[in-house]
């Protein structure tokens, strides 16, 4: 069946580069996507990529694939304390209709 | 351009009871997805409407049902509530053709005692 697995926790200091990671099971994955979610908060669409393209770059944001082994990738450079929040990978299917999110990746960034 | 709103934002029922939750989508958009998300998890896909009708269903039981309108606004409701529906609700809507890119509202807290 679909899933997407995340880590839980990541813990960087302020000034570094954060990585945060997902694999997926659905090969049939069209569209990968992060968001970001805030305390209280809907949640915030940061960045997505096609299953075609290998890497995507926005900024501070730069988003891997490899396709082959069903592995995202989310690197925030300079991470700042505004950066703190929690991180869901999810993908969307061929027909685009039904997003399946992960778990979501706990960003702590300390001053 | 006005994004996802929702309302209401928090809401306190007893099992058993029905609720109604309310989605404004952002302007242009004519696709509406509702999720649920408990405590400490990802959300998870109820429905997707689409010109009104249901577009795609998520492992949800009946209970759960929705509406859009002409206006592309949307409704969820929730029949005999039960205790693990507490979660946040949350809308997103998104313009058909371009279904990658969806908004979400701030969400409805919705909790059951």
């Known amino acids: 069946g679909e899933d997407v697995e995340q880590s839980l926790f990541l813990s960087v200091r302020e000034g570094d580069s954060s990585v945060i990671n997902c694999t997926y099971t659905d090969s049939s994955s069209t569209y990968l996507y992060w968001y970001k979610q805030e305390p209280g908060a809907g949640l915030q669409l940061l960045t997505y990529i096609f299953s075609n393209m290998d890497m995507k770059q926005d900024q501070r944001l730069t988003v891997l694939l490899n396709k082959k082994d069903k592995h995202l990738s989310l690197r925030i450079a300079d991470t700042q304390t505004g950066d703190s929040a929690i991180y869901f990978c999810a993908e969307t299917n061929t027909g685009g209709f039904k997003t399946i999110f992960g778990a979501g990746t706990r960003l702590f960034v300390k001053a | 351009e006005t994004g996802v709103t929702q309302s209401p934002t928090h809401l306190i029922k007893t099992r058993g009871q029905q609720v109604t939750l309310r989605c404004s989508s952002q302007?242009?958009?004519?696709?509406v997805s509702w999720y649920q998300q408990a405590l400490g998890q990802g959300p998870q896909f109820i429905f997707q409407?689409?010109?009104?009708?249901?577009?795609g269903r998520g492992n949800f039981p009946p209970r759960f049902s929705g509406l859009q309108f002409p206006n592309y606004s949307s409704e969820l409701n929730v029949n005999a509530l039960e205790l693990d529906d507490s979660a946040l609700y949350l809308c997103?809507?998104?313009?058909?053709?371009?279904?990658?890119?969806?908004?979400f509202g701030p969400g409805t807290r919705l909790t059951v005692t």
């Open positions: 409407y689409y010109r009104e009708e249901e577009n």
């Open positions: 997103a809507s998104s313009r058909q053709g371009a279904d990658y890119e969806q908004y």
């Open positions: 302007s242009g958009h004519n696709t």
